[in-house]
């Protein structure tokens, strides 16, 4: 019995001595790395670089009145200086608030055809062969008020003014879209004033006894208009 104790005491003995060594043959701890992935929710950032992604463009623009607004929203096309004009929907839809905003989609499908998508208040979808290299949407802002027998032209999809430029000896084009816009005339004037081929702009006509006015808001894609 105390050889047992004896043989008991000496593998104790022999097993702590050898601990520190084991301990010592152990990999010495390192920094790390973890990848973990969620699939985010649709927040305004991510909402904006899904639409650079896509080359989608928009832009609200909303009307206000001092009485329910009818209306009649129509296409128009300017190539060369000849305009085409369509009505777009239902002849003339109604609202029966004094405020109706139009929310406008643009995506270039290809160099020759755009994408126009109408989501409010109205839902449409439609296809426009239509050169569209350097196209964005844009405001068309008047300093004049409008009168009730007018047209009111409410967005384009234009590919702005082109000019030259020379830097260093180097000659080279550039595209102004602000010049464009910031000179608040009506698009029907943007081919002879700053040399615009082919364009689209979209107008709305109000019935009479109602004082239209109207704002922008675009939902940024990122593009730099500058």
């Known amino acids: 019995m105390p050889d047992m104790k004896k043989k008991s005491l000496l593998t104790v003995c022999f097993l702590l001595a050898i601990c520190p060594f084991l301990r010592a043959q152990e990999p010495a701890s ?3 790395i973890t990848v973990s992935y969620e699939t985010p929710s649709l927040k305004e950032e991510l909402l904006r670089d899904l ?5 989608i463009q928009c832009i609200d623009v909303t009307v206000k009145s001092t ?3 009818t209306y009649t929203l129509y ?4 190539a060369q200086g ?3 004009r369509k009505s777009i929907g239902l002849p003339f839809g109604k609202s029966p608030a004094n405020e109706l905003t139009f929310r406008f989609f643009s995506q270039a499908l290809s160099s020759d055809t755009v994408r126009i998508h109408i989501a409010r208040p109205i839902s449409t979808s439609f ?5 569209t290299s350097g196209c964005i949407l844009m405001e068309t802002i008047s300093d004049v008020p409008y009168a009730l027998t007018d047209r009111i032209p409410l967005i384009a999809y234009t590919p702005g003014h082109q000019g030259e430029v020379e830097i260093n000896g180097m000659k080279g084009t550039f595209i102004d879209y602000c010049s464009v816009r910031d000179a608040h005339k009506h698009p029907s004037e943007w081919h002879e004033l700053f040399n615009i081929g082919n364009y689209i702009y979209f107008e709305l006509e109000i019935q009479s006894n ?3 006015q109207y704002n922008f808001k675009e939902l940024d894609s990122g593009s730099d208009k500058k």
């Open 30 to 32: 390192t920094d790390s």
């Open 51 to 55: 639409m650079e992604f896509q080359g």
């Open 67 to 69: 009485c329910p607004i």
């Open 75 to 78: 296409q128009v096309q300017n």
């Open 82 to 84: 000849e305009e085409k």
């Open 127 to 131: 296809k426009v062969p239509l050169p």
């Open 210 to 212: 109602t004082t239209p």
